[in-house]
């Protein structure tokens, strides 16, 4: 695998209470957006990735892909009990919590738990051989492999119209890690084939951009991968930047 990783403050807010980890030798990639006041944020976001990336490290060599699941959501759900710890030893870390996106690569497949409202998404090149035929667009398509755990979209399933539904439940988490009860983590196994794009990404890109707009810059086949994380970044500054600004973007070999 071979990654690029890049993450902005965005043009509103003074710190950026993201964090990232990518480790292509191990295929282990990781995504957090904090919440929280003052400093919570980034130390919330920060424990989250450092447990879940030393967990893995030690323990996916050994596992087997059927033991992924276990191990994933282990890792999840170690990092929420480390920051609850934290948040217990200061008053100006109360409430602090994060979303998180662990995703792994092995072989042929990508292994994703989430909690929160960060985003997973598979950008296919040509032909794929479980692709979702409303998805397709001349050759190119964008398929989202998370959901968010938001009140909105809670409401939305229910059968709520998305205009009946104020756009602030859409921010409104109903999980997190680290805040409030345990995380049941979504778990999802997708093929993913050679010259696919896995993108992760916080919602200051996705707050700021459709998933059109992403296709359309994922698309440019001739730009690197790095250059492809600037121009999401500075596409999502150009629509306004509301929100700290995170992606990882992994090809597959």
Known sequence: MTSAHAT?????????????????????????????????????????????????RSNIAHTGVDGYFELLVHAMLSAHWEINTKALS???FMRMGTTLVVAVLRENKVYIVNAGDSRCYLFQNGPH???????????????????????????????????????KQFHTLTQSVGCGNPPYPDFNIVEIKQDDLLLICSDGLTDMMTDAEIEAILANGDASLDKLTVDLIDAANANGGRDNISVVLVKSP
Do not use: F, W
Request: aromatic residues 2%.
């Open 8 to 56: 902005h403050p965005g043009l509103v807010r003074q710190k950026n209470e993201d964090c990232i980890r990518t480790d292509d030798n191990l295929g282990i990639y990781l995504l957090a957006d904090g919440i929280g006041g003052h400093n919570a944020g980034e130390v919330a976001s920060a424990l989250a990735v450092e447990t879940v990336y030393a967990i893995l």
């Open 90 to 92: 200061s008053s100006s």
């Open 129 to 167: 051989p479980h692709s979702d035929p409303l998805l397709e667009r001349k050759g190119h398509k964008i398929m989202r492999l998370t959901h968010d755990h938001t009140v909105g979209d809670q409401l939305l399933a229910r059968g709520i119209s998305i205009g009946q539904i104020p756009k």
